[in-house]
């Protein structure tokens, strides 16, 4: 099984803990789209997704710059993870 993104950037199945690792980034980058969008949090009782893409990624910069970081770093795990260049050049978050 692997990790699938629908066209309206919801998950279709997850397994092992690579696939894990993406579905952490993809959750990461909606949250700083969500901050960039609109100020608001996914929660508050968890850091900011802009301090988790700083702390845990190594990404630098302001809330913008983190939101492309996060999106080149997704695309790289699913190539690593067995994604053709056409399929992540088709990702939507």
Not at 22 to 43: C, N, Q, S, Y
Request: net charge positive.
């Amino acid at each position: 099984m692997s990790i699938t993104l629908r066209e309206n950037g919801t998950l279709q199945a997850v397994d092992g803990p690579d696939h894990m690792g993406l579905l952490r980034m993809v959750t990461v980058a909606k949250g700083l789209h969500l901050e960039i969008t609109t100020g608001m949090r996914l929660t508050s009782r968890a850091p900011k997704c802009s301090t988790i893409a700083r702390r845990d990624y190594g990404l630098r910069g302001k809330p913008e710059k983190l939101y492309q970081g996060m999106l080149a770093l997704i695309q790289a795990k699913r190539l690593e993870l067995g994604a053709t260049p056409e399929e992540v050049a088709a990702l939507v978050i």
